[in-house]
């Protein structure tokens, strides 16, 4: 099978592809000019990953296991355009897989020693599981609850004692003579001294049946943390010979190590075999000239919850950003954009006056910036970019990556905080549109359920009646479209993704929102269909009611 592909693979040729609006740039700055060096993330090549998800989507073997995939659009010599894909580190355990472009040269150099070191590793990974489930340790850990038990049993027995004796020593004092009441006393202070003896003697006993397994215990934990050293250092090792070894290659047509791309330090484990430096190095070692690149996530959710299945993102960081100016180094100016202004492109304004403005946000575009660079286009950005006092712009509140609609912004603090006020008291009315990807029977009604934002798997929310906080949401439906359904929302509060659980938790409507592959829609689709079209509120400074009304583009 060929690694450059048609076009027409993954879309049909009669689709619109004229929209060259970007997503994102994919930047760097190139090593000897200085110059930034820009490659975007185009709606057609975005079109072409759908494409791409979709041959994903049928076979399951691609849905087991949770990576990165990219496109890379690319003109011939002859001005044909055809496309690259690529995968980040292996594909159903290979390297090498037919019809995807290749690891970057310089593996083969090192196979060897990267078997025996997997092999090593496995090794010390099965002497770890097996030092971890030592018998030992569970039978301390039964043996710790059987004694705590008799020492709590023992403990409330001797207090039913203590008490008994104070009662004893009263009725003493009132009834016997100074050399009778010695004696009684003393027989009383000998039974607390053996309720004494009987806790020492129970604790000793303890401590002997305790001592032998904390010792194999103890051992066992110094081995692990030797072996988990032991690991380290051989990751590390394999590490600094694959970066040795692997070559790439820049549009100058000059190689680089990793090593002398990346001299300062230690690198991230898979450093080079992301797809990003793998359809890049193809694509300059084979004449071939980059117009626009897509990198998206497949498979389950990342273990962190930073990567969605169908989601789009960026260069990472840590391991393809440092190599991005060395990679682009040697396309002229049109292939990748060299200037240093922003990326400016013109938002809908929906309405616009001294004090407030209105943008009808696109799917795909961030309300405010984000926490990485990846991360930095956003409408507030944008805008704060664009105005004339941009910088005194603020973001009244939010809307996710993936929804479209009505983005409301203040141009000053104070009718920031003004705007606030009404949204923290439930004082504005929202009207959202969304197509969902099933049939749904109840045709009006509202939705109740305590949400929680579960922090070990972010951003994704869920249904919990003991830590949730109250949402409530007002929906209708308003046409059936095959077999989807147009649904109208209308929410009380404004949590999280309320909405997207609202659609497709049992306890709500029981169906995701088209596109939406965070709450389970399986549906390839082109952008999740969720669109804000209609804000209500008070304008802080005309006290009027202002309704602000969009189109639902889908």
């Known amino acids: 099978m060929a690694i450059i592909h048609l076009i027409s693979d993954f879309i049909d040729r009669n689709n619109a592809l004229g929209d060259l609006s970007s ?178 003697q129970l604790k000793r006993q303890r401590d002997d049946a305790l001592q032998p397994l904390q010792q194999s215990i103890e051992q066992a934990n110094v081995r692990i943390r030797e072996l988990k050293q032991q690991r380290k250092e051989l990751s590390r090792q394999l590490q600094a010979q694959m970066h040795a070894a692997y070559s790439l290659t820049n549009f100058f047509g000059k190689s680089r190590s990793l090593q002398q791309l990346m001299p300062g330090g230690s690198m991230p484990t898979g450093t080079g075999d992301c797809c990003a430096p793998k359809l890049l190095h193809y694509a300059a070692t084979h004449n071939l000239k980059p117009l626009a690149m897509a990198e998206f996530w497949w498979g389950p959710p990342s273990p962190n919850g930073d990567k969605i299945p169908g989601e789009f993102y960026g260069a990472c960081a840590e391991r393809c950003q440092p190599l991005m100016g060395f990679l682009l180094s040697g396309l002229s100016g049109k292939d990748a954009i060299a200037h240093n202004c922003f990326i400016e492109r013109s938002l809908p304004i929906i309405y616009e006056d001294e004090w407030l403005i209105a943008v009808n946000k696109p799917a795909g575009l961030l309300s405010v910036p984000g926490r990485y660079r990846d991360r930095i286009d956003s409408v507030l950005s944008r805008l704060r970019h664009q105005l004339p006092d941009g910088m005194e712009t603020f973001a009244v509140h939010r809307l996710d990556l993936e929804t479209s609609g009505i983005l409301l912004l203040a141009r000053n603090r104070q009718t920031y905080v003004q705007l606030s006020r009404q949204f923290q008291q439930r004082q504005v009315s929202k009207v959202y549109e969304a197509l969902l990807s099933g049939s749904v029977t109840i045709e009006r009604g509202t939705i109740e359920l305590p949400l929680w934002g579960d922090p070990q798997n972010r951003p994704s929310q869920q249904v919990d009646e003991q830590r949730g906080k109250p949402s409530i949401t007002h929906f209708r439906v308003m046409a059936r479209e095959g077999n989807y359904t147009r649904v109208e929302f209308v929410p009380v509060t404004g949590r999280t993704h309320q909405i997207r659980v609202h659609a497709a938790d049992p306890r709500g409507l029981g169906v995701p929102i088209l596109g939406d592959r965070l709450y389970g829609c399986r549906t390839i689709a082109n952008r999740l269909h969720l669109h804000a079209r209609e804000l209500s509120f008070l304008h802080p400074q005309l006290g009027e009611i202002l309704h602000l009304v969009t189109q639902t583009p889908f």
């Open 23 to 200: 997503h994102y740039w994919y930047e760097g700055r190139c090593p000897e000019s200085g110059d930034l060096l820009r490659l975007p993330r185009t709606a057609k090549v975005e079109a072409i990953a759908f494409g791409l998800m979709r041959f994903l989507a049928s076979d399951d073997r691609y849905s087991r296991e949770g990576k990165m995939y990219g496109v890379l659009l690319v003109q011939l010599p002859s001005g044909e355009e055809k496309v690259l894909k690529a995968f980040s580190g292996l594909l159903c355990g290979q390297s090498v897989v037919e019809g995807w472009v290749p690891p970057i040269p310089g593996r083969d150099e090192v196979v060897l020693q990267e078997s025996l070191t997997l092999a090593q590793l496995e090794a010390i990974k099965q002497e770890l599981i097996a030092l971890k489930q030592l018998p030992e340790r569970q039978q301390y850990e039964n043996l710790c609850r059987e004694f705590e038990q008799r020492l709590l049993q023992m403990n409330s027995r001797h207090r039913t004692n203590k008490q008994e004796r104070q009662e004893k020593r009263q009725i003493l004092c009132e009834t016997l003579t100074k050399e009778a009441l010695t004696v009684a006393v003393e027989q009383l202070d000998r039974q607390s001294q053996l309720d004494g003896i009987e806790r020492r």
